[in-house]
């Protein structure tokens, strides 16, 4: 069973960076695709973005395109979202899932339990 663990969230001011880290257990991250979504309280969690497997295809959403990159290791089992420039609007839960590609949350069999950013001065 597959279990995914995020970590790297916290308080950062507006501009500021922050990297997120998605780690993995239980199973090789190999042959897994990787989405990152984020949820604001009150509303439905948004696609941030994704990369293949083999690490070769990315794709993000219009609102972080420019300012988010996600990368991985393979060899660590780990995914990373890279997130520069960051706008009090990227305040949310990040999540990590495994298994879709695109933006539907349906696609994605596995979930971490989230970690919190905040952007704020």
């Known amino acids: 069973q597959l279990e995914l663990v995020e970590s790297g969230g916290g308080l950062v001011q507006p501009g500021g960076s922050l990297r997120l880290s998605c780690a993995a257990s239980g199973s090789s991250l190999d042959y897994y695709n990787i989405g990152w979504f984020r949820q604001i309280p009150g509303k439905e969690r948004e696609f941030v973005g994704s990369?293949?497997?083999?690490?070769?295809?990315?794709s993000y959403a219009d609102s972080v395109k420019g300012r988010f990159t996600i990368s991985r290791d393979n060899a660590k089992n780990t995914v990373y979202l890279q997130m520069n420039s960051l706008k009090r609007e990227d305040t949310a839960v990040y999540y990590c899932?495994?298994?879709?590609?695109?933006?539907?949350?349906?696609?994605?069999?596995?979930w971490g339990q989230g970690t919190q950013v905040t952007v704020s001065s």
């Open positions: 899932a495994a298994g879709g590609l695109g933006p539907s949350e349906k696609e994605y069999q596995y």
């Open positions: 990369i293949s497997a083999d690490g070769i295809w990315t």
